[in-house]
């Protein structure tokens, strides 16, 4: 079984109560994708690149449950894949890189908490501010509130538990001339209050391969 039929299945048992085991988590890497697998995924930004899985995030928000596979790649880990579900109730797959980290900021806090609208910047250091890029996302859903998740993290080196807070939001957009919806998710940590945003597309299940 390829890598991406292997974690699209394992995403179908995480929203159907039935086909659920009792496994307990810390053996769930041990069924098809597994800590230390190295895939590559076909896409403009990650084409070249060779990945391997550092650590598998079993995330739970109320009765929701979605995985993400942290991927490094010479030994960063600036790139995530998520498994969950979309507004239709499709099973949906996406690479997420990181676009900004920063100290916890009660002005920033306060914007997430307060809007439904997120606006990305990318300020050229040109000198003429037509140039630089502004770009809308709004919160999926509509949703006005964030989500606390709870997460079983697992690791070469054993297991752990983490919490985060995070907002949603996408937009569509235009990639290759092809419509697509573009996400971003601002998670903030609650031990140590740092804010990571995380910004990417969905990925066709035939456009991940394993090595």
């Known amino acids: ?6 974690i699209l299945k394992k995403l179908n048992n995480f929203f159907n109560p039935s086909m659920q085991t009792k496994t307990p988590a810390s053996e769930e890497t041990d069924k098809g994708v597994k800590i230390g697998d190295f895939f590559k995924i076909d896409t403009i930004d990650t084409v070249d690149l060779r990945f391997e899985i550092k650590e598998i995030r079993e995330n739970q928000v109320g009765k929701l449950k979605f995985t993400d596979y942290v ?11 998520r498994l969950f579900k979309d507004s239709r109730d499709n099973d949906v797959a996406i690479i997420l890189k990181i676009h900004d980290s920063l100290e916890y ?14 606006e990305m910047h990318d300020d050229l ?15 999926i859903n509509d949703v006005k509130v964030s989500y606390k998740s709870k997460i079983a993290v697992k690791t070469k080196e054993g297991s752990s538990v ?15 001339s092809v419509e697509v919806e573009e996400f971003v998710f601002v998670e903030m940590n609650k031990e140590t209050g740092m804010f990571t945003i995380w910004r990417g597309t969905s990925v066709p299940a035939e456009r991940i391969t394993a090595f």
Do not use: C, P
């Open 1 to 6: 079984m390829k890598l991406y039929e292997i």
């Open 71 to 81: 991927l490094s790649q010479n030994n960063s880990d600036d790139f995530r894949l």
């Open 105 to 118: 900021d009660e002005g920033f806090h306060d914007l997430v908490k307060n809007s439904e609208e997120f």
């Open 125 to 139: 250091n040109d000198n003429d501010e037509s140039n630089d890029i502004h770009e809308k996302f709004w919160r």
């Open 162 to 176: 983490d919490s985060v807070e995070y907002w949603d939001y996408s937009r569509i957009t235009q990639i290759d």
